[in-house]
């Protein structure tokens, strides 16, 4: 009987830890399945890779920044940070009313109106010299999940069909919550070029973009895009990746040159010693967007923190500023409408010629 009862027990034992690994088993398929999905795009390749591993920028396997940079400044490790946030109920994360917007009929909008209209976060279009600049559209998911990274209540007003037809995509970086899977394949047959950060063009080739259309550049790489417009691609201080490897593409910041405008997109990234580098090259810039919003003292070398953007405007020498990065999703620790509050102290404690506009207000564009 003895006998018998040892046997069970061992082949209990056995059933219990079979089952553990089939659990184990399963969940990783189920991972690899997941991260295998069209919309996390794929890491660079062939003639790209070789390109991308030339590139001066492209250290020990990866891309850097100019300067070292750690992604989190705190004692606390990423995730645990991540977890916090997750699981932790922050005050004012999220407005409790509907935030204030304008739906504009962009497409009647003429062609030779020089404007700007802001869709919240890092979301807008520049139409300038008769060119129309989508910058950053994200009007499907910001994450890979839709239940991550939902947008605040009253958002949600603008989506792919809404757009006009678009001469020049602008991506900054392949974020989530600046490069959308959904959108880009939506705006895909109604978009001139696009123009992204080396190694980011391996997810448009992926999702079916044809290589012709996309103007992949490096930092201080620049591009003809027609009579009178120039793009400069830059530096920015942030990092990549929407799958588990992290830096394979670049992030960048962009000088767009118009007949008469001349317009810095700031793209995600702290500061450093590139925006006055900036300023001193391309003088007279008339308007810099410049991200605000999504901070933290924990991650402050990879977003632009508060006490920065009146110092980073001045750097640029920038006649106006538009801040974007904000009022739409939570992705900090901050109140949601902190980042409305630093616009209006730059505006009225630094004296500095900020515009405010409310999420698909018409912004006019000084000539």
């Known amino acids: ?21 089939a659990v184990i088993a399963l969940l990783a398929v189920s991972v690899i399945v997941f991260i295998n999905q069209a919309s996390f795009g794929r890491t660079p390749r062939g003639e790209r890779l070789e390109r991308v591993m030339k590139s001066p920028n492209y250290r020990n396997g990866e891309f850097k920044n100019q300067h070292e940079t750690l992604l989190m400044t705190s004692d606390r490790g990423r995730f645990s940070g991540i977890w916090e946030f997750i699981f932790r109920k922050i005050d004012g994360l999220r407005p409790e009313q509907a935030v204030k917007a304008i739906k504009t009929d962009l497409r009647k909008i003429g062609r030779n109106e020089e404007i700007l209209v802001w869709f919240g976060h ?9 060119k129309r600049i989508l910058v950053d559209p994200v009007f499907c998911m910001a994450s890979p999940v839709s239940f991550v990274n939902k947008p605040f209540k009253g958002t949600e007003l603008y989506t792919p069909d809404d757009m006009p037809d678009i001469d020049y995509l602008v991506i900054s970086h392949d974020h989530w919550d600046h490069l959308d899977y959904n959108t880009v394949k939506k705006l895909k047959d109604r978009i001139g070029a696009v123009i992204c950060p080396l190694g980011v063009g391996e997810h448009f080739e992926y999702w079916g973009f044809d290589k012709e259309r996309l103007i992949e550049l490096d930092w201080n790489e620049d591009a003809n895009l027609a009579p009178g417009f120039m793009i400069h691609c830059l530096p920015a201080r942030h990092f990549s990746g929407r799958r588990l ?5 670049l992030w960048a910041s962009f000088l767009l040159e118009a007949p008469s405008q001349k317009i810095y997109i700031g793209g995600d990234g702290g500061y450093d010693t590139h925006y006055a580098e900036i300023g001193n090259r391309f003088p007279g810039i008339d308007l810099a967007i410049l991200e605000n919003g999504q901070y933290n003292e924990e991650w402050s070398l990879i977003h632009l923190m508060p006490q920065y953007m ?16 904000h009022s ?8 949601w409408d902190e980042p409305l509050k630093n616009a209006e102290e730059m505006k009225n404690k630094d004296s500095l010629n900020v515009l405010i506009p409310e999420i698909g207000e018409v912004v006019a564009l000084e000539k």
């Open 1 to 21: 009987m003895n006998y018998m009862r040892i046997i069970f027990k061992k082949f209990k034992a056995r059933m219990i830890v079979g089952c553990i690994l």
């Open 122 to 130: 890092s979301s807008y279009l520049i139409q300038t010299g008769g």
């Open 245 to 249: 490897t992290a830096n394979q593409s």
């Open 310 to 325: 009146a110092q980073t405007t001045r750097d640029l020498k920038a006649k106006r500023v538009l801040t974007v990065h």
């Open 328 to 335: 739409k999703y939570a992705l900090a620790k901050h109140r």
